[in-house]
């Protein structure tokens, strides 16, 4: 099957299931995908093609011998490389870790052998997945940023080396590459995904991501992955969300949209909000006002500080052996969070963590007379230049109240770049989220 890479992952299952493509053949197209690019995108830092087609091809015997398949069978993921796999390296990004080889799964990547997925290898990711950029360039224009910290996640799905890929979030690590890449992106709900053997940034923040190039490609594997794991403290014991089956149903009414302007609206590129603007007008046409526009409360303005706050204060905590032993080896924008962390006052990391509830409390009102908040994904495209990984600040908020997020490539730049639109649903409304956004689709395609 020609460009077999390029296909999604609901496409490929059904084309294994009719016999028109075997594993193989599918992990076989995407190492010439990676042979034929990987020098200009740099999207993986540990491949090993004789172990993927070897999982290939056992995944092909399971279907020839007629055993039970899961969902994922036979289909390649990529792994961002802080979370830990047996059978590969894990050195987050960082030549502190050169050479670390764990000896255990993350539960995430043995649910994912669970269902039957392909570990095609470990993605790039930032620097210890904070700010350094790694050594990934954007598919669209590798003059630009992928953005960070999933990186490789994103760039891997966008270049059609992978049809799936997981990274995390702890501002805007899986939102912001997925619209700088022009592909899919969803963080879930706070503890809806199990961290265990995830290297830790900050536990209240700290959120599993996937990647894909659909919205059903999304909820494909997020319903594999989205499973009680005891060991993740933040995890409780709930049913699981069956997001594709949701989203395949039709909402009870329309959807009611809040399009929402955040404090940092003012920073967005003019053709950003141009685009936004004339995406709001094509869904309130004919008098249908579908979508409002509003504006947060003023207590917002104080998120991206205490946001901070938490965020550094934890790297400060969680990074001290590195800083101690190895700060010669970090760069000196993690050197700079870590010391600015190991200065936040105990009562005002604290009080970050009330003001979670106080922000919760004022996004559940909005929740309680809309669907999902439309918001940007970024300030615009992915910047020139590879030096950063562009600015989280669209993501911030939805990070630090634990909502489910999804990006969406709706809009392009001038230039021909792509621009993710946020979609964002109350916490652990992440099916809901999912049939929402499918309805807003099909209502832009009619």
Same mark, same amino acid.
């Given at each position: 099957?020609? $460009?077999? $890479?390029?296909?999604?992952?609901?496409?490929?299952?059904?084309?294994? &299931?009719? +016999?028109?493509?075997?594993?193989?053949?599918?992990?076989?197209?995407?190492?010439?995908?990676?042979?034929?690019?990987? *020098?200009? %995108?740099?999207?993986?830092?540990? /491949?090993?093609?004789?172990?993927?087609?070897?999982?290939?091809?056992?995944?092909?015997?399971?279907?020839?011998? +007629?055993?039970? /398949?899961?969902?994922?069978?036979?289909?390649?993921?990529?792994?961002?490389?802080?979370?830990?796999?047996?059978?590969?390296?894990?050195?987050?990004?960082?030549?502190?870790? *050169?050479?670390?080889?764990?000896?255990?799964?993350?539960?995430?990547?043995?649910? /994912?052998?669970?269902?039957?997925?392909?570990?095609?290898?470990?993605?790039?990711?930032?620097?210890?997945?904070?700010?350094?950029?790694?050594?990934?360039? $954007?598919?669209?224009?590798?003059?630009?940023?992928?953005?960070?910290?999933?990186?490789?996640? =994103?760039?891997?799905?966008?270049? +059609?080396?992978?049809?799936?890929?997981?990274?995390?979030?702890?501002?805007? @690590?899986?939102?912001?590459?997925?619209?700088?890449?022009?592909?899919?992106?969803?963080?879930?709900?706070?503890?809806?995904?199990?961290?265990?053997?995830?290297?830790?940034?900050?536990?209240?923040?700290?959120?599993?991501?996937?990647?894909?190039?659909?919205?059903?490609?999304?909820? /494909?594997?997020?319903?594999?992955?989205?499973?009680?794991?005891?060991?993740?403290?933040?995890?409780?014991?709930?049913?699981?969300?069956?997001?594709?089956?949701?989203?395949? &149903?039709?909402?009870?009414?329309?959807?009611?949209?809040?399009?929402?302007?955040?404090?940092?609206?003012?920073?967005?590129?003019?053709?950003?909000?141009?685009?936004?603007?004339?995406?709001?007008?094509?869904?309130?046409?004919?008098?249908?006002?579908?979508?409002?526009?509003?504006?947060? =409360?003023?207590?917002?303005?104080?998120?991206? &500080?205490?946001?901070? $706050?938490?965020?550094?204060?934890?790297?400060?905590?969680?990074?001290? !052996?590195?800083? !101690?032993?190895?700060?010669?080896?970090?760069?000196?924008?993690?050197?700079?969070?870590?010391?600015?962390?190991?200065?936040?006052?105990?009562?005002?990391?604290?009080?970050?963590?009330?003001?979670?509830?106080?922000?919760?409390? @004022?996004?559940?009102?909005?929740?309680?007379?809309?669907?999902?908040?439309?918001?940007? @994904?970024?300030?615009?495209?992915?910047?020139?230049?590879?030096?950063?990984?562009?600015?989280?600040?669209?993501?911030?908020?939805?990070?630090?109240?634990?909502?489910?997020?999804?990006? %969406?490539?709706?809009?392009? @730049?001038?230039?021909?770049?792509?621009?993710?639109?946020?979609?964002?649903?109350?916490?652990?409304?992440?099916?809901?989220?999912?049939?929402?956004?499918?309805?807003?689709?099909?209502?832009?395609?009619?």
């Amino acid at each position: 099957m020609n $460009n077999a $890479n390029f296909l999604t992952a609901l496409e490929v299952r059904e084309a294994l &299931q009719q +016999g028109l493509l075997s594993s193989t053949q599918l992990v076989e197209a995407c190492f010439e995908r990676i042979d034929e690019i990987e *020098q200009e %995108i740099g999207a993986w830092t540990h /491949l090993d093609k004789a172990l993927a087609l070897e999982q290939a091809r056992q995944a092909d015997e399971f279907r020839r011998r +007629g055993l039970a /398949l899961g969902p994922l069978h036979g289909i390649p993921v990529g792994i961002k490389d802080i979370i830990d796999t047996f059978d590969y390296p894990t050195e987050r990004g960082s030549v502190i870790y *050169q050479g670390r080889t764990p000896s255990e799964d993350a539960t995430l990547v043995a649910l /994912l052998r669970e269902a039957g997925a392909i570990i095609l290898g470990k993605t790039v990711t930032t620097e210890l997945a904070v700010m350094a950029p790694g050594k990934t360039r $954007n598919p669209h224009n590798t003059a630009h940023t992928p953005g960070g910290s999933s990186s490789g996640s =994103a760039a891997a799905v966008a270049a +059609g080396m992978v049809p799936l890929s997981v990274g995390t979030q702890t501002n805007g @690590s899986v939102i912001r590459p997925a619209s700088y890449c022009g592909v899919y992106g969803f963080k879930p709900s706070f503890g809806r995904i199990s961290r265990y053997r995830v290297l830790t940034q900050s536990e209240p923040l700290d959120t599993i991501g996937v990647f894909a190039r659909s919205l059903e490609d999304l909820a /494909l594997i997020a319903d594999v992955l989205m499973r009680y794991d005891s060991r993740d403290s933040a995890m409780q014991p709930m049913a699981a969300p069956a997001i594709a089956s949701i989203m395949a &149903q039709e909402p009870p009414l329309d959807p009611h949209f809040a399009f929402v302007r955040t404090p940092m609206w003012d920073q967005l590129e003019a053709s950003s909000k141009d685009g936004l603007r004339e995406l709001i007008d094509n869904v309130n046409q004919e008098n249908r006002k579908i979508i409002d526009v509003i504006d947060l =409360a003023a207590l917002f303005k104080d998120i991206y &500080q205490d946001h901070q $706050n938490i965020m550094e204060a934890d790297l400060a905590r969680n990074f001290a !052996r590195e800083y !101690r032993d190895g700060k010669s080896q970090l760069s000196s924008v993690l050197c700079e969070m870590i010391e600015r962390g190991q200065g936040v006052l105990a009562t005002d990391y604290n009080a970050a963590l009330l003001r979670m509830r106080e922000y919760n409390q @004022s996004l559940e009102e909005i929740f309680d007379e809309y669907d999902a908040i439309i918001t940007p @994904s970024t300030f615009g495209p992915a910047p020139s230049g590879l030096e950063k990984t562009g600015s989280p600040l669209m993501n911030t908020i939805w990070t630090f109240c634990g909502n489910p997020a999804l990006s %969406i490539p709706l809009l392009q @730049s001038p230039e021909g770049l792509p621009v993710g639109v946020q979609m964002v649903a109350g916490k652990n409304d992440d099916a809901r989220l999912f049939r929402t956004a499918r309805w807003l689709l099909e209502y832009l395609n009619d």
